[in-house]
Every structure is written in structure tokens, then in C-alpha cells.
């Protein structure tokens, strides 16, 4: 972080503590803010209100914050996490755009909005010439409400009519979702149907085809199921139903001013959507990173032992915290790595895993296991090195306040959410900040965190073995090399999104544009998996190559930061070296672009041997002569077979 | 706790972030720099939650009405604040 100004007592203290704390002391927080921008300017202080927003705190305290946000707004397109939105509304728009700002300017994600007027999305999408079709979206948020259906049956209309009136409600919006794909290419985040209570048939509507609350559960699923894959559905009936009815349905913001729900729930709203938003731009979060004593189980281990910390069935509290361990359990299995921050003894912090039956979470599911008396933020760093992921990728949960206070002070990258004293309220703590979103599942995701697990054992016998090469061959790597495929198409295209370091030009592709470069004859692509004797690293690289007469050009290369190190590299180059060859081209041209984040590469064409071959601005070229002379870069990947063919 | 004009006379210069802004009885909305629709749904927002009150959907755009002013808005907030 650069620091442009040595931040007040006032500021320092009020964003290291927790939203209590903070909700009193709001207002001099504001006034340390202004005074501080009147002396330094707007965009010195821009990084400390960043740091205050929060889905916590209410309307009013975040449209303050906004002064300070959206006006020393750097452009979208100067920062690599850039994004042209257009928020086309059922309802009005206006507070859900600005408070869109306000997260997207908190998350660091550049937005250029276009806003339509409310109730206007279907003339904007289908019209030729709209603001929207000149505005050339990325992202279309088709932020619309059950009002927004055409047809709901009339009371007392049989299933087999229902169905098919739902039938064609629903190719209204698909024909809306195809125009936006097939017009600008753009990725479409869809909006579910809120349900309000209230149906007229009482209990009986849970099964009568014709109760609004009924139909609007049908089209629900039917848009779950029958959504294409460039859709992403925003769950708003689980955002209204998880705020509760009372607050989220206010008729009377609607009727006066058009608004989509109560407004204290637009910032829930607001911030869900941007938690999606980032999760495009593949900026989620990666990493739970969990304090042991009083997080895990109740009391300390170092002073209860292992058979005395609180824990499992039997007790109220010890169930809360199995409840707990359970939830990070399913994060892990759905692809967030778990690691481990306490101040204990090792061996003492190892225990109750070890002897107690009853823990659900095992030592095999926490990736990275750091227990010292060494302070948290050092510690927390020091677990990204190992991981070899970034901090500003973690979310670290401690029960003590103080712990929170001084990793937000001192590692102001990592994400530290309140929690409450009563382990009961640690999962929706922790779930209110949706740190976590995805916008798909593969099976990478499920393996992801046994992927790292492994990596870190493989660090440590790197750190063993003396000799790297011994340790490289020691691992028996076995390659897979293919191209885009039906197969793996998402998980390649979530690679090109996601990956931010090892990156050379950064270009991102939505899937529909994935398969239709896998398709062209004027394309090449590779995927490249990964397996050694400690397991399987999935698919961990991906190329995208334009053929021309006489060179193949490098369009995208992105390979995962986890197989840094391996020889990856070196295999691909050769793989790119036969692969110009047997397409009969005599040079392979590079190019780097920099972005904020992946500086690991300014060198990496130079180190596979290619000559640099000019410069525009930042960007450099390079290129690479296969003629028969050039000799293979050694590694230590034996090739498993390779699938060739297009797909 | 200080009387309704102080706080309402707060909360205006929070939603207008006008620190020198003094409120009068004989005011109008078109006395106050900025008081425009969007404004307006900030105030009553920020009004309903400082206050602890809530507004009939027939009273939420009243004081943008002719012949209303920030007299008539402090007493239909005096009442909203005794009846809470």
C-alpha cells in the first residue's frame, strides 16, 4: 500500500476497530476525513474511507462515505479490475447505482455505469442504437423485481395452463439474455423474484400452480435450470428473505419513489451485487485463515488441553463451535483453502485435532498450519508466502478483538470481519460479508484445496531437498496437454479470468468467446494438467495463440501461480516450439502487457529464450525462431497423452 | 435531548453536508442549496433512522409540497417523534 499521507490517531483507530466501535465514533471519523481532504486533497484520503465500507454499517453513514469514493474515482480502464456495467432497473436504480460505487470503489474495481431509466430494459436491450447498445456493456445487471413479470395467472388457473404461461414468461427473458450475449458479448447478471408474503390463498399457496408466491417459485427454478451459462443469477428472493420481509418489503418507498425494496436493504442489495461482481472479475476471496482458541473451540488449549477445550455434542456452546468447524468444512470443500493463525505452542495447537474424535475439521484440511508466538500480521504474510497467494486474498477470523485490531492496522490487505462473543453468531458473522462468491463450480474448485495442501508439503520438501533438481524429479510430474474442449472450457475460461499474476497480457474472455476461438481455424489453443506423486493439480495453464502465415502470436498464456517453479514453463515453451512447427510457422511472437499485478512476468519471454522485438508504451514483443537448431528447455515433466484434434 | 429543530437542524446539514446550514421556520425547500427529490429521499431515510420514526407514504413527499415549510415539516416530525 502507498501510504500518501501518515494517517490521524483518528482515522487509524476508528478502521482497526469493530462496528460498534465504529458506529459511534462515525461522525469524527467523517471529520477527520474532510479535514485530512481539505489539507491533502480527495485522493489522499480516498484509501481511508475505502477501508470504512462495509455491508454493516446504514444507508446514510455509506452515501457520507461516498463523497470521499466516487468523486477521486480513478477511470475505469486504469486499473486492472476495470468494468463497464450497465444497471438497467425494473424498479429505480439511482441509490442502488451510487451504493454500487461505493462497494465497487471499496472492493478497488473500476466501474463505468450505464443506467437506464427504470422500467426501460427491454427498449435498451432490443433497440439497435440504445444508450445501451452504444455503451458496448461487459456486464448488463438486469437489476428488475417480481413486478417486472408480464404474466402471473389468475387465481384459480390450472397447472397445465400455469406451466405454460411460465413457459412463455420465460422465453421473454431468455430472448433479453441472448440479445445482451449475442449484441455485446456481455455477461448478464440476472435477478431472481423476490417473494413477498402475503399470498392470498394463505398456506394453501405453497401448492396451488396459481398463488403468486407459488408462480414466482416456478419461474425461480425454471431460471436456475434454463439460464444460459453467461448468465449469472443474483438470488434476491434470498437476499429480501434474509433480511426479513418487514424491512425489505416497504410498499411505501416503492409507490412514492419507485425504490426496490426498504432502504436500509439497498445496501445489502448493493453489496451483494458488487460481492458478484468481483467474483467476475475474480477477485473473491481464497483463503480462510482461523485462530484456534475460542474460534475453533471453546477455552485454550494451552492452559485446558486438548481434552479440556470446549467442543462437540453435549453442550450448547460446544456445539456452536462444531457448527462452526462444519461450515469452514464445507467451504473447503467447495474450494476455499483453510489455514491456520494462532498464538500457541505447535505441537499444544496440534492436538485436539489429533485426539479428539469429535472435531470435524481434520489437520488434512487445513492447507497451511501456523502456530507461534510470533504476531498475527507477520504470520499472516507469512502463510501467503507459503500458499504463494497473496494476503489481499485471505479473510481472517479471530475471536479477539484485539488479534482483529492489529492485523487490520498492520496487514490493512487481509480482510477482517467482527465477530461476536457467542460463537452461535460466528457462520452469519462471517457469511455476511459473501468474501466468497463464485459465479461457477467445477471440479477444480472441489479439489482446489487439497491442491494446496499438497503444495505446501511439496514446499517443504523443497526446503528439504537441497538440490532442486532431486526434489523436481522426486515429484514425478506427468503432463496432460489438450486443447479447449467441451471438457474443460469453464474451468479454462475461469483460468483467463482469475488469474492476475502470472499473466502476460491479461486479455479477458468470456466463454462464449473461448469456444468460438477453440472453434476457428485461425485459433490455436492448450490447456495444460498437472499431476505429481502428491496428487493432482488439475488444469493449470492456458494459451490462446493466433495462427498467422508465418508466426504463431501469443494472444494469452496464464498459468497458475500454484505450479510456479515446476519447469511448467519451460515444458510449454517446448510444446509451443513443436506445435509452430508442425504448423509450419517460423517464429512465435510474445507479448507483455503490465498490469498492477503481474510484475512476476516483466521477464518470463526472456527467460525462455525469446529476443525482445520492440516496444509500444509498457507493452514489450518478443520473439522466438524455431528453426531445427533450437534446442529443447530442459524440466522434469514426463508428457501423459496429449489429445490432438480441435474440439 | 435537544429539541426536534437542533436535531432535524443536524441531520439537514449531515444529508446536504453543509455544516453552516441554519434552519428556519419560514424556510422553504427552494431556501436549501441542493434540496432536490434525491436529496429529499436521503433526508426522509436518514430522518426515519436518527429519529426513530416512520412517515405515512402520504407524508413522505409533503414538505415538497406549495404552501409547506420547514415550520409545518418540524411540527409533523414533533408529532411523529411524540407518537414513537
Redesign the interface.
Known amino acids: 500500500m502507498t501510504e500518501l499521507l501518515a494517517p490521524g490517531e483518528a482515522l487509524q483507530g476508528f478502521l482497526q476497530a469493530d462496528a460498534s466501535h465504529r458506529a459511534a465514533h462515525f461522525a469524527e471519523f467523517i471529520g477527520a476525513l474532510k479535514a485530512a481532504a481539505n489539507q491533502h486533497g480527495a485522493h489522499a484520503v480516498r484509501q481511508w474511507a475505502r477501508r470504512a465500507v462495509s455491508p454493516l454499517i446504514?444507508?446514510?453513514s455509506l452515501?457520507?462515505l461516498r463523497?470521499f469514493l466516487v468523486d477521486s474515482a480513478p477511470a475505469a480502464g486504469s486499473e486492472s479490475n476495470s468494468l463497464r456495467l450497465a444497471i438497467l432497473g425494473g424498479p429505480t436504480t439511482?441509490?442502488l447505482r451510487q451504493l454500487i460505487e461505493v462497494f465497487a470503489a471499496a472492493e478497488g474495481i473500476a466501474l463505468e455505469i450505464y443506467e437506464a431509466e427504470y422500467g426501460l430494459f427491454r427498449q435498451e436491450v432490443f433497440t439497435p442504437g440504445s444508450g445501451l447498445d452504444e455503451f458496448q456493456p461487459q456486464v448488463v445487471f438486469l437489476a428488475t423485481s417480481a413486478r417486472d413479470v408480464t404474466r402471473f395467472p389468475v387465481v384459480g388457473q390450472d397447472e397445465e395452463s400455469v406451466a405454460q404461461l411460465a413457459g412463455e414468461e420465460l422465453d421473454d427473458w431468455l430472448r433479453i439474455w441472448e440479445t445482451c450475449n449475442a449484441r455485446w458479448n456481455a455477461t448478464v447478471v440476472q435477478n431472481n423474484f423476490e417473494i413477498a408474503p402475503g399470498g392470498v390463498l394463505g398456506h394453501y399457496g405453497a401448492r396451488h400452480p396459481s398463488a403468486r408466491e407459488h408462480y414466482l417459485d416456478r419461474l425461480n427454478r425454471m431460471w436456475a435450470e434454463r439460464a444460459p451459462v453467461y448468465v449469472v443469477l443474483h438470488d434476491l428472493r434470498g437476499l429480501a428473505a434474509s433480511a426479513g420481509a418487514r424491512l425489505w418489503f416497504d410498499?411505501?418507498f416503492y409507490?412514492?419513489?419507485k425504490?426496490p425494496c426498504g432502504?436500509?436493504c439497498l445496501a445489502t442489495y448493493a453489496h451483494s451485487f458488487v460481492s458478484l461482481a468481483r467474483a467476475i472479475v475474480g477477485r473473491s476471496k481464497k483463503v480462510l485463515v482461523l485462530d484456534l482458541d475460542n474460534t475453533l473451540w471453546g477455552g485454550v488449549v494451552g492452559d485446558l488441553g486438548a481434552g479440556g477445550v470446549r467442543v462437540g455434542q453435549g453442550s450448547g456452546e460446544g456445539e456452536a463451535f462444531l457448527a462452526f468447524q462444519r461450515y469452514a468444512k464445507e467451504l473447503r470443500d467447495r474450494g476455499v483453502i483453510l489455514a491456520v493463525c494462532s498464538k500457541n505452542d505447535d505441537e499444544k495447537a496440534r492436538e485436539p485435532f489429533e485426539k479428539r474424535d469429535d472435531m470435524i475439521l481434520k489437520l488434512s484440511d487445513i492447507s497451511c498450519f501456523v502456530a507461534n508466538w510470533k504476531n498475527k500480521a507477520d504470520n499472516l504474510r507469512d502463510i501467503a508466502d507459503r500458499l504463494e497467494l497473496k494476503a489481499d486474498s485471505f479473510v481472517f477470523v479471530d475471536d479477539n478483538p484485539a488479534e482483529r485490531a492489529l492485523v487490520r492496522r498492520f496487514a490493512p490487505e487481509v480482510a477482517v470481519p467482527d465477530m461476536p462473543e457467542d460463537p452461535a453468531g460466528y457462520i452469519q458473522a462471517l457469511a455476511a460479508h459473501r468474501y466468497f462468491e463464485t459465479v461457477a463450480f467445477t471440479r477444480e474448485d472441489a479439489a482446489r484445496a487439497g491442491y494446496y495442501t499438497a503444495n505446501a508439503r511439496r514446499k517443504e520438501l523443497a526446503e528439504r531437498s537441497s538440490d532442486i533438481s532431486s526434489f523436481l524429479a522426486s515429484l514425478s510430474m506427468r503432463m496432460t496437454m489438450t486443447p479447449v474442449s467441451e471438457l474443460n472450457i469453464e474451468r479454462a475460461t475461469q483460468l483467463i479470468n482469475k488469474s492476475n499474476q502470472f499473466n502476460l497480457t491479461t486479455q479477458r474472455y468470456t466463454l462464449a468467446q473461448v469456444r468460438e476461438m477453440a472453434a476457428s481455424p485461425e485459433w490455436r489453443t492448450l490447456t495444460f494438467s498437472l499431476r505429481d506423486s502428491l496428487g493432482d493439480n488439475g488444469l493449470i495453464s492456458v494459451l490462446l495463440l493466433r495462427k498467422q502465415s508465418e508466426s504463431l502470436a501469443i494472444d494469452t498464456w496464464v498459468m497458475s501461480c500454484r505450479v510456479l517453479q515446476r519447469g511448467v514453463e519451460h515444458f510449454t515453451r517446448n510444446a509451443l516450439v513443436d506445435l509452430a512447427r508442425e504448423e509450419g510457422c517460423r517464429t512465435i511472437l510474445g507479448m507483455y502487457i503490465p498490469s498492477a499485478k503481474n510484475g512476476m512476468v516483466l521477464d518470463h519471454f526472456a527467460r525462455l529464450g525469446f529476443t525482445a522485438a520492440g516496444a509500444e508504451g509498457d507493452q514489450t514483443f518478443w520473439s522466438l525462431g524455431v528453426d531445427p537448431a533450437l534446442e529443447p528447455l530442459p524440466h522434469f515433466i514426463e508428457s501423459e497423452a496429449t489429445y490432438a484434434g480441435s474440439a | 435531548m435537544p429539541e426536534v429543530l437542533d436535531r432535524l437542524q443536524d441531520i439537514f446539514r449531515?444529508?446536504f453536508?453543509d455544516p453552516e446550514l441554519v434552519l428556519k421556520d419560514e424556510m422553504t425547500a427552494v431556501d436549501v442549496d441542493g434540496w432536490d427529490s434525491?436529496a429529499h429521499?436521503?433526508l426522509i431515510?436518514?430522518l426515519?433512522?436518527?429519529m426513530g420514526i416512520k412517515?405515512?407514504?402520504a407524508e413522505?413527499?409533503k414538505m415538497k409540497e406549495p404552501g409547506q415549510n420547514v415550520g409545518s415539516f418540524r411540527r409533523l416530525v414533533e408529532f411523529k417523534v411524540a407518537q414513537a
Do not use: G
Open positions: 446504514d444507508y446514510s452515501m457520507k463523497r439511482i441509490q410498499p411505501r409507490h412514492e419513489f425504490m432502504a436500509e | 449531515d444529508v453536508d434525491l429521499i436521503n431515510i436518514a426515519e433512522r436518527e412517515f405515512a407514504t413522505i413527499s
